[in-house]
């Protein structure tokens, strides 16, 4: 199966300078809770952004068109094609977890999206890609008010096709 995953502001936000423009601990958690155990695909800009490393208890794949590029722990891919061939073989979910350009050229091949919306807006550069819900169905919402760990309000969705 192939999902999308991600956190998004009121606007659509995603990322500034290639990282998360917010600190929400229950989203992390939220992530690793969903990924661990699976297969997830980035591009090089959000691995650099991570500091290069990949996460632990997932199989990690950077998709770049550098043929040159080398990712420690993880498998480097130069194509969608090479992506939907890996993930058509893998028993369990491949989660694409962005940037903005692999959300775009994935979404319409996605069978499950996990939404996480925070109930604020931040500045940044990067912002999700239009996303017309026509043909999915919510199939599950939480709300999560704010903490003292978790400064926003956010919900977390889950939608299938």
Known sequence: MLAAIWAQDLNGLIGKESKLPWHLPN???????TTEGHT???GRTTFEGMGKRALPNRQTVVLTSD??????NAIVMHSSDE???YAEKYDGTTFITG?????????PLCDRLYRTVIESEFEGDAYFPDLN???WSLIDTTENEPD????FAHRFEIFEK
């Open 27 to 33: 989203d992390l958690a939220f992530f690793k809770r």
């Open 99 to 107: 940037g903005s350009k692999v959300y775009q050229q994935f979404l």
């Open 40 to 42: 997830i695909v980035m």
């Open 133 to 135: 819900l026509m043909g």
């Open 83 to 85: 992506v939907l061939a």
């Open 148 to 151: 003292e760990k978790n400064k």
């Open 67 to 72: 043929k040159s590029y080398v990712a420690d």
